[in-house]
């Protein structure tokens, strides 16, 4: 999901760059060791190759593009150090915010997951996962905001950000969206619930669904993943 410039800010040629770019990651359009040139970017978008580099820059950053001096930039392969760091973050947060949900969720709260979780169902129908994708951010925002816990979601989407690659190459590879939404739909009705340790185990058990995706992906697609030393060698 392209990150939006802020409110009032005027969009520029980096902005472009970088949504484009962002997208074309997340999407596997541009798969994981793939090589970029930014001559080709610029010729692309018509422009110098300042903005070109500033975009890459910000994707490097998101740990997404990996630049090196004098050789070609390329998209970033998977770590699994990375991986298991991201999502011992994520978790760690997602279990204060669904406590926090829970305690509370009032009708206007329940609603707004009402909502969301019909805009799901929705994008199943039209097999669109693209959008499924961005209610996904959607589901977990709102959650955040019911807890009174909106900086919170920042935290998510940086980390999710960093796995969301998975994520596609999951629902590539079967239909997971009506799991996730089934998980959705647990966590949802316990938060309404008021239900905290209920809405941690469905949250916690929705974050596990990943784990045989990694493990699948490591072994049938093993060039999508840095190769890592061994600590200690």
Do not use: W
Not at 31 to 60: C, H, M, T, W, Y
Not at 75 to 91: G, H, L, T
Not at 152 to 161: G, H, L, P, Q, R
Request: proline content about 2%.
């Amino acid at each position: 999901m392209a990150q939006a410039t802020q409110l009032g800010e005027r969009r520029t040629s980096v902005d472009d760059i970088f949504d484009h770019l962002h997208q074309e990651i997340l999407s596997l359009r541009l798969r994981p060791g793939d090589k970029i040139s930014e001559a080709d970017i610029a010729a692309q978008f018509g422009v110098s190759r300042q903005p070109v580099r500033d975009a890459f820059n910000r994707l490097a950053t998101l740990d997404l593009l990996l630049i090196r001096p004098q050789r070609a930039t390329e998209v970033k392969r998977f770590s699994s150090r990375e991986i298991a760091k991201s999502r011992f973050v994520r978790a760690a947060v997602e279990r204060e915010v669904l406590r926090r949900a829970a305690q509370y969720c009032d009708a206007s709260g329940a609603a707004e997951l009402d909502a969301a979780l019909a805009a799901q169902d929705r994008a199943i129908e039209d097999n669109d996962v693209d959008r499924f994708g961005a209610l996904d951010y959607e589901f977990h925002k709102v959650l955040c905001h019911i807890a009174e816990a909106d900086f919170a979601f920042d935290v998510i989407m940086a980390e999710k950000s960093k796995v969301d690659r998975l994520c596609i190459l999951s629902l590539s590879k079967g239909d997971r969206m009506p799991e996730l939404v089934a998980d959705h739909r647990d966590i949802a009705e316990a938060v309404k619930a008021h239900d905290p340790e209920g809405a941690v185990e469905s949250g916690m058990r929705h974050l596990s669904r990943l784990d045989d995706t990694i493990e699948q992906i490591s072994v049938t697609n093993a060039n999508y993943f840095e190769r890592e030393q061994v600590r200690g060698a």
